[in-house]
Structures are given as C-alpha cells and as structure tokens.
C-alpha cells in the first residue's frame, strides 16, 4: 500500500524512509525521558496520523527501537518503554594518572558509580595512523606510532572502541610497545615516565559507524557513534598521546564541566 500523501513541509526536507523518520522521533523521546520506561509508546493508529503512515512503516520503525533494546512488546500486546538511558560519560574524571597501587581511573569511576567495567586489549603495533591522528601529531604521510587498541566494557556489554597513538620515541623500550595492560593506565605510566598529562583537548563528532565498530561495539541499525579525538599534552606542549574514540550514540554520552 502506498503512503499517504499528506506530507508536512518537514517531510519533503528530509529524505529518510518514513519508517526511520517515526523511529527517529520516538527514539529521542525514550531517551530523553518524554516516554518513561513502563509506559507505552503511542498506538499504530495514533503514529499513522502523526506520521502520515502506513500500518507496515509504523511497524518497521517498532522493529527498529526493539532490535535496539529500547521497546518490548509481543504481538496482541502494548508496546512499551524499557529501562534504558543514555549513560553520561565524563572525561575529566579519568583523565588524570591514578594514585599509586589503584587502578586506571576509568575503572574506578565506573565502579564508584555501581557499573562492573572491564577492559580488553586488543592489539599492540606499530603502524601508521588515521589522517586525522597524524596532523595531530605532527606526522608525515607515512609516519608511524605506536597503537594500542582497546574494547572498554560496562555490565558485560561493549561501550567503547579505543584506538591510543603514542609517539615512537616516546614509547620506546616502555610498556606502551607490551602486549599487556598497564597498571593504572597510560596516564600514569606516562606520568612516571616523566611525561605528566597536563592539558587534554577532545573534538567530538557523531558518524556513522566503521565496520569495525558497527561488529565490536555490536551496534543496532542506523545508530550513530560518537568519536572523540584526543591530544593530550605534556610539559613545554609536547604531545604524549593521540587517542579516538567510539562510542554508541544511543547509549552513552559526554558530560563536560566548564
């Protein structure tokens, strides 16, 4: 059955599939709180008028929130809100080296706030960087550094995809170049190094994810990631570190404090 014609100038704006467009909008009113968890969403009827939709659109959109975790609801049966909501993520409370003997602030931050973390290490190489991770770093189009690739976890669930770039001659001969995690996390090894962190700046976009992250992350259709890129700065302005970062748009965000 074809869709109804009666389309808003909002509509002829953007081009997605309708069904998109009502997951869209049901899906930032979960998020932010407009459609409390236990409650249920609108009726097929009620998003047919709303949207100007078929049976068939409003039923993709339902599909899409529920393979997302965000919808539960059985055929006969109210469609309603899960427990879910986006976790806010904030920088600052990690970035500095931990105390000595504790562990890496990200772990103790997560615990602190009652979330089981894990890290995994994924891969220790040398290779040569993204564009954007060697104009940082001031690197030529073959310049290398050192990568150390990590899965952060919370409650058992991947959160975050983490590639660090460190200079070479900086990680020379240290635990950076190791196939092993670091007690207390590159912050503080780099901060015994000599190489204290003392300034940091992140640069935050929202994009469709990679294939890679699309599979380790195990993210739902049509979610977007956010990715950081951050330098980070040690004495006299050298860079220490070059880190981007991928998280589930649908489920984490970034909280600053200024």
Not at 121 to 147: F, N
Not at 172 to 191: D, F, H, N, Q
């Amino acid at each position: 059955m074809p869709e109804a014609k009666n389309r808003t100038p909002s509509d002829a704006a953007d081009p997605r599939p309708l069904h998109e467009r009502i997951a869209t909008d049901l899906r930032r009113a979960i998020l932010v709180g407009d459609l409390p968890a236990g409650d249920p969403i609108p009726s097929t009827g009620q998003l047919k008028e709303r949207f100007g939709a078929s049976s068939a659109s409003v039923q993709k959109a339902v599909s899409m929130l529920k393979d997302e975790g965000l919808l539960q609801g059985r055929a006969g049966s109210s469609v309603k809100v899960l427990d879910v909501r986006r976790q806010p993520m904030t920088p600052a409370a990690y970035s500095q080296p931990a105390e000595e003997g504790q562990p890496y602030r990200w772990l103790s931050e997560a615990e602190k706030n009652g979330r089981r973390p894990s890290i995994r290490l994924l891969e220790v190489a040398e290779t040569t960087p993204p564009a954007d991770v060697r104009a940082a770093m001031g690197l030529e189009s073959e310049g290398k550094a050192v990568l150390r690739k990590q899965l952060l976890s919370l409650q058992g669930e991947p959160c975050e995809l983490v590639h660090s770039y460190y200079p070479l001659e900086l990680a020379a001969g240290t635990p950076l170049e190791s196939k092993v995690k670091i007690k207390g996390g590159s912050p503080k090894l780099l901060a015994d190094l000599g190489y204290p962190p003392v300034d940091t700046v992140d640069e935050v976009t929202a994009e469709e994810a990679t294939n890679e992250e699309y599979e380790v992350l195990q993210l739902p259709r049509q979610v977007a990631i956010l990715r950081t890129l951050r330098v980070v700065y040690s004495t006299d302005d050298r860079i220490i570190e070059v880190t981007t970062m991928a998280k589930a748009g649908n489920l984490y965000s970034l909280r600053y404090h200024f």
